[in-house]
């Protein structure tokens, strides 16, 4: 059975809430035609693997099965598929069903960490498919990346993607190789990431070029990823070098250890041009395949890393297993470095950096019942640093 229906009712996000309610919008096989039209609810393998989310409002093309007169069976981990930026492919399913020849289509997307990984391709970018023997064929992408080949004989082809301000990207677990039957039809996805890119070199202060230091690059507005992220990184090589690649169009950061919730590396936060804060970091505005050098800067040596050994109990004295630990520099922000924790005596160590201050917060949660307790401001000295840290009731 294959239909196409709009979404009444949502199946819910993340793992679902259930089955979705579909009103049919046109019938492919397997149902009567004059189901067109009807409401059924479907069954979206909501709480599996294979859940796939039905959107309240959105169109699809369904595969499955019938199950009574008001429910269809979606089949689990199937190719059903929204019909928004799919109309090719949909088209493409029809043809098959009326025993045409078999087309080969496909989307291309921009990789684009800026806005949540992948946005699809403009249109009027070139698509190649090339077959075993060197023959091409020639389109271009339409409206939200779609592109289309007809009239091709069976047979395997590459497909590539040029354009001037993208460069194709190999996904491993997506070749671009496809496969077109005698009958039916082959869909395929491209990928392209920007030429646009930032390079410079990074130096001590005494002019020195540093090698091994990660460099990021951030957004400078709020987005998918969110300022505190960065979009890119690249390590710098033995001559203090660094080439950020694929960076998306707009104005930028550029920083060493520069998120504001993870204090990664020894290096001192900073961003170019040589500044402590985000709100005193010079903006970087990149266009669109511009290839952006000269952004050189330097930064302060790295820090002495240090032990912060934190003793966690209730006021009874009792020890408290497997506390939530979070360490806050003296203005607020989130310091604690990925990966650490107290372990179940909770008379662990923290890894920390000599000359800079923390503030220590733990919770902790049985039955029920919550505790909380916030440290004074610790200045870290010396290799060691010990504190104690009493939990209070906070509820019920």
Known sequence: MIVTGQVTRDSG?????????????????????????REMEVDTGAGSSCYMRLVAGRT?????????????????????????????????????????????????????PDKGGRVEAPPEITVVAENSSGRQWKTLTADRGEFEFRNMEPGNYNLRAFSEHFD??????????????????????LFMRSKASVSGVLRDQGGRPLAGVPVQLFATRNTFDGEANPLLQDTTDDLGRFHLKG??????????????????NPWLPTFYPGTRTREAAKTVKLLPSQQLTG????????????????EVHLTD????????????????????RAGQ????????????YK?????????????????????????????????VLELKTVWP
Not at 14 to 26: F, K, L, P, S
Not at 168 to 189: D, E, F, M, Q, R
Not at 317 to 336: F, S
């Open 341 to 352: 924790y107290l372990g179940r005596n909770s008379n662990g160590s923290l890894s920390v």
């Open 317 to 336: 004295g009792t020890m408290v297993p497997d506390p939530t630990i979070k360490l806050r520099d003296k203005n607020g922000a989130q310091r604690l």
């Open 60 to 112: 699809y093309a369904i595969f499955g099965g019938r199950k009574g007169e008001s429910e269809l069976q979606r089949s689990w981990c199937s190719g059903s598929f929204d019909v928004a930026g799919n109309s090719k492919l949909l088209n493409a399913l029809k043809s098959v069903l009326r025993n045409e020849r078999p087309r080969l289509v496909g989307s291309l997307f921009v990789m684009d």
């Open 247 to 264: 960076a998306p169009p707009g104005e930028v950061l550029i920083g060493v250890n520069a998120a504001p919730d993870i204090d990664a």
């Open 168 to 189: 194709p990207v190999a996904i491993s677990y997506l070749p671009p190789n496809a496969v077109l039957p005698k009958t039916g039809c082959a869909h395929n996805l």
């Open 355 to 387: 000359g800079e201050a923390y503030i220590v917060e733990a919770t902790y949660s049985l039955d029920g019942r919550n505790w909380k307790g916030i440290s004074k401001l610790i200045k870290i000295e010396g290799a060691q640093t010990r504190t």
């Open 13 to 37: 996000e993340d793992w679902g809430i259930g089955a979705a309610r579909v009103r049919i919008t046109e019938v492919l096989r397997g149902l009567p035609p004059s189901w067109v039209g």
């Open 295 to 310: 952004i050189d800067f330097a930064i302060p040596p790295p820090r002495e890393t240090a032990e912060l050994f934190v």
